[in-house]
Nanobody, 117 residues
Framework: QVQLVESGGGLVQPGGSLRLSCGASGFTFSTYAVSWYRQAPGKERELVATIRSSGSTNYADSLKGRFTISRDNAKNTVYLEMNSLKPDDTAVYYC???????????WGQGTQVTVSS
């Protein structure tokens, strides 16, 4: 059974940091590109960052320098390190895995991140 499970969300003060994890099971994780998305209340889901099977990465322009995506294939896990968090970063964060266009897409259930004093 294919499963993606996000964890690590929570309440953090502005300027703080969080590390999200996306754990995978049921498929050959190392061959998949994994992305983090986020969706704030009343807004569309937006792409945060992607890491490919090769390890190459790309980020939303507005988040470069604050967020870092990484993967540990031995642990079937992708991470999102988030620094200098702002209230605008408040959202539900989701991970997505796919082999590429036209292939199956797997989503996790999301983890809430709230940045507030």
């Amino acid at each position: 059974q294919v499963q993606l499970v996000e964890s690590g969300g929570g309440l953090v003060q502005p300027g703080g940091s969080l590390r999200l994890s996306c754990g995978a099971s049921g498929f050959t994780f190392s061959t998949y590109a994994v992305s983090w998305y986020r969706q704030a209340p009343g807004k569309e889901r937006e792409l945060v960052a992607t890491i490919r099977s090769s390890g190459s990465t790309n980020y939303a322009d507005s988040l470069k320098g604050r967020f870092t995506i990484s993967r540990d294939n031995a642990k079937n896990t992708v991470y999102l390190e988030m620094n200098s968090l702002k209230p605008d970063d408040t959202a539900v964060y989701y991970c997505k895995a796919t082999l590429g266009p036209g292939w199956d897409v797997y989503w996790g259930q999301g983890t809430q991140v709230t940045v507030s004093s």
